[in-house]
């Protein structure tokens, strides 16, 4: 069921309408430290909504979500739980997004 949830979930995470885009990462942001590494089945699933456009986004808002998004997970889930999707997304990102996901991964 949550891989039902998530599935509806992450496409706000990168929707077209910027407040609603910021309002889902807030909401990711808030949900993080509840489900801790519950999050695993989907955590390949999420961290590219999350990431992509999100870490390169000129709306501050939507940047400083994603990076309290960012944050959170490196806070709350196991590290091994992170490392393949951040080395992938340090990986293929370019500009401010890849230097985030290098300084996290570092």
């Known amino acids: 069921?949550?891989?039902q949830i998530f599935d509806a979930f992450?496409?706000?995470l990168?929707?077209?309408n910027s407040k609603v885009n910021q309002v889902a990462l807030e909401?990711?942001?808030?949900?993080?430290?509840?489900?801790?590494?519950?999050?695993?089945p989907?955590?390949?699933?999420?961290?590219?909504?999350?990431?992509?456009?999100n870490l390169n986004s000129k709306n501050p808002?939507?940047?400083?979500?994603?990076?309290?998004?960012?944050?959170?997970?490196?806070q709350h889930l196991d590290n091994y739980l992170l490392l393949q999707p951040f080395?992938?997304?340090?990986?293929?990102?370019?500009?401010?997004?890849?230097?985030d996901m290098t300084e996290k991964l570092a």
Request: charged letters at 15%; proline letters at 3%; aromatic letters at 4%.
């Open 1 to 3: 069921i949550l891989f």
């Open 10 to 12: 992450k496409s706000r």
């Open 14 to 16: 990168h929707d077209s």
């Open 27 to 40: 909401t990711m942001h808030k949900m993080i430290p509840l489900l801790k590494d519950n999050l695993s």
């Open 42 to 53: 989907v955590i390949n699933m999420l961290i590219p909504a999350m990431v992509d456009n």
């Open 61 to 74: 808002g939507i940047y400083a979500a994603a990076t309290n998004v960012i944050q959170a997970l490196c």
């Open 87 to 99: 080395c992938t997304k340090a990986q293929y990102l370019n500009g401010k997004a890849k230097q």
